[in-house]
T-cell receptor, first 113, second 113 residues
Framework: KAGVTQTPRYLIKTRGQQVTLSCSPISGHRSVSWYQQTPGQGLQFLFE???????NKGNFPGRFSGRQFSNSRSEMNVSTLELGDSALYLCASSLNADQETQYFGPGTRLLVL | QQQVKQSPQSLIVQKGGISIINCAYE??????FPWYQQFPGKGPALLIAIRPDVSEKKEGRFTISFNKSAKQFSLHIMDSQPGDSATYFC????????????FGQGTRLTINP
């Protein structure tokens, strides 16, 4: 079974632009979570989706948003990019809302110049 | 209340030795404690996880020890091998279905041959 896939793997943007990242969960998994990983702040929870509904949201500004489609694929969007948004963005999927085991994708490395 | 504190930040162990990484948490509502292993350029991979109703869980060379009263848990890697060199993260989550993982800051483990 294929793992979690994320596209693109690498991205370079400039301040003020917006970006959309995509995540395809493991086949059959319906819950998708997003995390931001930086050297200074470590791994921080962004948001979690299940059945196209956002169930939890971390402590990030409104510039960070996401959605989930009926096939469980998810996208996250960051608008008005700032230098501090440079990070590895990780997507994790789990089987359902009550399944705690999360499987991570390889991440999208975003560099904001 | 939501923090998970991990130590040490970095660890160097000789091949064949025991690697020990410690984590402490504050929120007594946490009820799931996984450990993740991350290699450069990859997403975190689940190693082993434990719940508060057991004090120890072993899978191969990896053991989690859990002390509920002290609110601490640790990862022991027996017979450490150079291939174990990676960054290790402890994490915690609460409430079945909440999905949000709170991560420690990570430990960079180096196994010298």
């Amino acid at each position: 079974k294929a793992g979690v896939t994320q596209t693109p793997r690498y991205l370079i943007k400039t301040r003020g632009q917006q970006v959309t990242l995509s995540c395809s969960p493991i086949s059959g998994h319906r819950s998708v979570s997003w995390y931001q990983q930086t050297p200074g702040q470590g791994l921080q929870f962004l948001f979690e989706y299940f059945s196209e509904t956002q169930r939890n949201k971390g402590n990030f500004p409104g510039r960070f948003s996401g959605r989930q489609f009926s096939n469980s694929r998810s996208e996250m969007n960051v608008s008005t990019l700032e230098l501090g948004d440079s990070a590895l963005y990780l997507c994790a999927s789990s089987l359902n809302a009550d399944q705690e085991t999360q499987y991570f994708g390889p991440g999208t490395r975003l560099l904001v110049l | 209340q939501q923090q998970v504190k991990q130590s040490p930040q970095s660890l160097i162990v000789q091949k064949g030795g025991i690697s020990i990484i410690n984590c402490a948490y504050e929120n007594t509502a946490f009820d799931y404690f996984p450990w993740y292993q991350q290699f450069p350029g990859k997403g975190p991979a689940l190693l082993i996880a434990i719940r508060p109703d057991v004090s120890e869980k072993k899978e191969g060379r990896f053991t989690i020890s859990f002390n509920k009263s002290a609110k601490q848990f640790s990862l022991h890697i027996m017979d450490s091998q150079p291939g174990d060199s990676a960054t290790y993260f402890c994490a915690a989550s609460r409430d079945q279905g909440a999905q949000k993982l709170v991560f420690g800051q990570g430990t960079r483990l180096t196994i010298n041959p």
